[in-house]
């Protein structure tokens, strides 16, 4: 072909693939994963921090600057990083090992059920780029991880909302007594849920952030910032949608949820960063079957049993369902 007519593809900047999940002009507070747990571990000197290449990329950085001689930089060796991660905790120290999510749970699965779920270990695994916050394809893409973690017998998950939830989820943590799987949004991250009255993190509680008659959105991770602002959106249209966050995804607040469910007759919808094979909607559609509660209508909004595309982020989020305008879109339909 002649090269003066070859069409030439548009490069996709690494600012692009992995860009802020925040929305224009959105309040963001920077690294509160890494300053949370630096402030934490001021009076724990048995918390250390643990990673696999990626400091930097998981905000770890900054306690590794704290505290020099408590940080472990394992290389590019993600089962090695869980296998001594267990070690640590059983030798008494309480370890929080970041890595990105697909390699904390593809890569090193058969380490963290065999080394740290199987005898209970005080290990706290915080995985950056959960679902889709990655444009760089199905290798970097975490759209599976909660449906792989679910499964593990005594893990504590959790998928918290934004910098509020996640400076609150870190000392909670922390003090928890077993492993945990936390989905870490890093760098500049939105703040969203101080603007909710009384909102406080509660490890294993769901919290109802507003009432709706029409709708309930019940959410986790950043599809909780996505419900909020579609639930004000359709506010102008005089529909009434009610959100529930649900950062603990595992064990779940079943009780806060039947409650909110039974006895109301409007639409559910389960919004979630994450296929809808394994994640939070087939939890909550356990939940509700088990309890004999009915709503009048159930939809799951997540990502589809796909392998999903590179591209930028918004444009995948809008193209995947998970956008404000995408969300906004579907309750919509199935309103109607």
């Not at 690494?14 to 929305?23: E, G, L």
């Not at 290990?123 to 199905?138: E, F, H, N, Q």
């Not at 909302?161 to 989905?183: F, N, S, T, W």
Request: neutral net charge.
């Amino acid at each position: 072909m002649n090269s003066a007519v070859q069409e030439k593809k548009p490069r996709l900047t690494t600012s692009a693939m992995i860009a802020s999940i925040a929305s224009e002009g959105q309040r963001v507070r920077a690294a509160p994963f890494g300053k949370a747990l630096v402030d934490y571990a001021a009076n724990r000197p048995d918390i250390v921090g643990m990673t696999a290449d990626l400091a930097k990329y998981t905000d770890l950085h900054l306690f590794a600057q704290a505290y020099p001689e408590r940080f472990y930089q394992m290389g590019m060796a993600e089962q090695l990083l869980m296998g001594a991660a267990g070690g640590m905790a059983k030798e008494g120290l309480v370890p929080f090992a970041t890595t990105y999510a697909v390699f904390g749970t593809r890569r090193a699965y058969d380490f963290v059920h065999q080394v740290i779920a199987e005898e209970n270990l005080n290990v706290k695994i915080c995985c950056a780029l959960p679902g889709l916050t990655s444009g760089y394809g199905p290798s970097h893409q975490a759209t599976d991880d909660l449906a792989m973690m679910r499964g593990i017998p005594g893990l504590t998950i959790v998928d918290p909302c934004d910098a509020l939830d996640i400076e609150q989820a870190v000392p909670q943590i922390g003090e928890h007594k077993g492993p945990v799987y936390m989905r870490l949004l890093r760098g500049q991250v939105p703040l969203v849920l101080d603007e909710i009255e009384g909102y406080r993190f509660e490890l294993g509680k769901a919290k109802l952030l507003r009432e709706g008659a029409e709708v309930l959105i019940i959410s986790s991770g950043i599809m909780t910032m996505r419900a909020l602002e579609v639930a004000q959106d359709l506010a102008d249209d005089k529909i009434g949608v009610a959100v529930m966050h649900c950062p603990t995804i595992k064990p779940l607040d079943e009780t806060a949820i039947i409650e909110a469910v039974r006895y109301k007759h409007r639409l559910i919808v389960v919004a979630e960063n994450h296929s809808v094979i394994g994640g939070l909607g087939e939890s909550v559609a356990s939940a509700l079957l088990r309890h004999r509660v009915q709503p009048a209508g159930f939809h799951l909004a997540g990502l589809p049993d796909a392998f999903l595309d590179a591209g930028a982020l918004p444009t995948l989020h809008e193209r995947y369902g998970i956008s404000r305008k995408a969300l906004r879109s579907r309750i919509r339909d199935w309103l109607n």
